[in-house]
């Protein structure tokens, strides 16, 4: 039996119904063993199409999010840098010098973009997750021959990129939330008033995924410089739009190593730098500080290993993809698309403002991403209407929100949002059954909340997660969660729902 809590959309967790769907085409069709003889183009094809049925059709641009596109005419390229370089491995610089040289481009030119001396010194990884990963590691170890601590601490907003959170507990490392301001940046005074002796590292996001925020900088870097601190800038989303949309005059704070007291920097590629997907930069302020993020072992039988990344082999294909994106799309390209994908932005914005009062804008958002809220209407609900009409948004929670993040492939494409979300608040708003069922569990659970215990609770949310509409309708279901969040029941069950989603066989699911 199919468990009936299913958490689609948690963010980039894929959908177990999609995936209910594979394991039920696998069953069906094939065997999940391997093919005695190989199948041929053909059949391969045909594979591909039948298993990418479910796909989001990204290439509609009713998304947020998940795909960074350029068009066609200059991903051709990127994509054939992928493929050609594909079989080759960055592990030893020295088996593949093309890797390396094409690497320090991409690190050069990601330095230089975000006002970096010529100490600044980085490497490529794998994505954000793994650049903020390193900069945590190396953090560490800076600390260790830096600070007298034996305890440090990293501070971190508490809408900083769940990676930080991550790195730290696989590391081991102690770690605070900071709360945020009326504009959701980091607050500064609730900043101030975590220091002490061993805090060794401070996250600040440009901008933060949740709500877009761009933390004030100058003034984390001031506190950092004070209480002899590294400063990391996670500008994982913003590292490859907010300095083209600078050189085009839109006003944005500062957020870069041109500030004082930026120690470290992580930039991905495989967002607004339009490449494929496995490419981002992770930059220090000098090669020393980016020597703690190297791991060493000279007592290998296999050779003397060193390793500058959290991987060991390293594909060469996001690398050249990455170089090839810098290169053929160029400073020109990357001004047009960030300035066009700006103006879009502004242009959903500034409607979502003036023709839908039931939604609010979180905060004061400056690039080409932000949340909205409502105190009127059930944001689920406006999700679940826009999922019928062919819509993919994220539902996001403290507070319940959705999210909203526009990239080049979303030119043009803002004034059919717009009229789906109208669309979509009208039919939240008017009065229906199911709107009124969810709305009555929604006060039963709260009310019962009070009454039960945790483990209680949480079956009993299990037992009203819905299917109506194919599964699309999930308002109720994310009403309840947000009921459960941060609790250890909540974990348990996300950590449940993630052994199904990966299991081969469908025995549990
Ligand atoms: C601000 C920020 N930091 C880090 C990451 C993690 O990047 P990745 O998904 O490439 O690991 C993201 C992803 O959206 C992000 O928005």
């Not at 082999?313 to 996001?318: E, L």
């Not at 990455?322 to 103006?343: C, P, Q, S, V």
């Not at 969040?485 to 052994?499: A, C, F, I, K, M």
């Amino acid at each position: 039996m199919r468990n009936k809590f299913f958490i689609n959309e948690i963010y980039y967790l894929t959908k177990a119904d999609k995936v209910f769907g594979l394991f039920m085409y696998f069953y069906s069709n094939m065997s999940t063993l391997l093919p005695t003889t190989g199948l041929d183009r053909d059949e391969i094809h045909q594979q591909w199409e039948a298993y990418t049925h479910d796909d989001m059709n990204w290439k509609e641009g009713k998304f947020f999010g998940y795909v960074y596109y350029p068009g066609d005419d200059y991903y051709k390229i990127i994509k054939e840098a992928y493929a050609t370089f594909s079989a080759t491995n960055a592990l030893n610089p020295a088996v593949f010098p093309s890797l390396k040289k094409m690497e320090n481009e991409v690190v050069r030119i990601t330095a230089s973009l975000l006002h970096g001396d010529e100490q600044v010194s980085g490497c490529m990884t794998s994505g954000g997750t793994e650049s903020i990963y390193m900069a945590v590691r190396a953090a560490k170890e800076w600390s260790k021959k830096n600070k007298t601590t034996k305890n440090p601490l990293m501070l971190l907003a508490e809408t900083a990129h769940p990676a930080f959170c991550k790195a730290a507990d696989a590391m081991e490392l102690n770690y605070k939330l900071i709360k945020l301001n009326a504009d959701f940046q980091l607050d500064i005074e609730d900043l101030k008033k975590n220091l002490s002796t061993d805090v060794s590292f401070i996250v600040a996001s440009a901008p933060s995924y949740p709500q877009g925020a761009i933390d004030d900088i100058e003034a984390i870097a001031k506190i950092a410089k004070q209480n002899k601190c590294l400063l990391h800038v996670d500008a994982c989303v913003g590292g490859f739009i907010l300095p083209f949309l600078k050189m085009e005059e839109v006003d944005l704070p500062k957020f870069d190593f041109e500030i004082d007291g930026v120690t470290s920097m992580s930039a991905d590629v495989h967002k607004y730098g339009y490449a494929a997907k496995g490419a981002s930069v992770v930059l220090y302020k000098n090669a020393n500080l980016r020597k703690g993020q190297f791991y060493v072992k000279t007592n290998w039988s296999g050779g003397i290993y060193g390793s500058p990344s959290f991987m060991g082999t390293r594909g060469g294909g996001p690398i050249a993809a990455a170089w090839t994106a810098l290169h053929h799309i160029g400073e020109e390209g990357y001004k047009r698309m960030a300035r066009e994908t700006f103006e879009e932005t502004v242009f959903v914005k500034n409607k979502i403002k003036e023709e839908l009062p039931e939604l609010k804008i979180l905060g004061n958002p400056k690039a080409t991403l932000f949340a909205f809220s409502s105190e009127v209407i059930d944001v689920y609900e406006v999700a679940d209407e826009l999922a019928l009409l062919g819509w993919t948004i994220n539902r996001q929670q403290l507070p319940a929100s959705l999210h909203v993040l526009l990239n080049y492939i979303h030119v043009g494409k803002g004034e059919l949002f717009i009229n789906d979300l109208k669309t979509a608040v009208k039919k939240a708003r008017q009065f229906s059954l199911l709107h009124l069922k969810n709305n009555i569990q929604l006060s039963a659970v709260k009310g019962l909340k009070k009454l039960l215990n945790e483990q209680q609770f949480s079956t009993l949310t299990q037992k009203f997660s819905g299917t109506e509409d194919g599964g699309k309708r999930k308002a109720a279901m994310y009403g309840m969660m947000s009921e459960l969040s941060g609790s250890g029941t909540l974990n348990d069950l996300v950590l449940d729902y993630l052994d199904k989603l990966y299991q081969i066989d469908d025995k549990n699911a």
